[in-house]
């Protein structure tokens, strides 16, 4: 579910330690995509802030350019996107595991060793 934008573009840029208009080149290269409010007003959300702060550590620390950081950014949203779909099938394999144990019924039958036949002397 995407975050509700909470900051204007000069906030957002001084939580993520960059410049405003370093923010609108991501936006334009779609790297963030902020909320906008009727007026066209950005509107960054805490995760907007987050993606921007690792493009910032993708740049600086890595050296990555931003080609790289795309690739990166689209790997990790695919990941995201499988994560949730695996953990959707566990949880619906759960569900179909749950329901076929309460279909069965569950009898406990003792089991006697059979004795050997008595021998004749």
Avoid: C
């Amino acid at each position: 579910m995407p975050q509700r934008g909470r900051y204007m573009i000069s906030v957002a840029a001084d939580l993520a330690g960059l410049h405003p208009q370093t923010l609108r080149m991501y936006e334009a290269r779609r790297l963030v995509t902020p909320a906008r409010t009727p007026g066209g007003t950005r509107l960054y959300s805490d995760a907007d802030v987050e993606r921007l702060r690792l493009i910032q550590r993708l740049t600086t620390e890595l050296g990555l350019n931003l080609a790289g950081v795309q690739h990166v950014l689209r790997l990790e949203d695919e990941l995201r996107r499988l994560q949730a779909r695996m953990r959707q099938l566990e949880r619906e394999l759960r569900d179909e595991i749950q329901l076929t144990h309460r279909q069965y019924r569950r009898e406990v039958v003792l089991y006697d060793k059979p004795q050997p036949p008595a021998t004749r002397s």
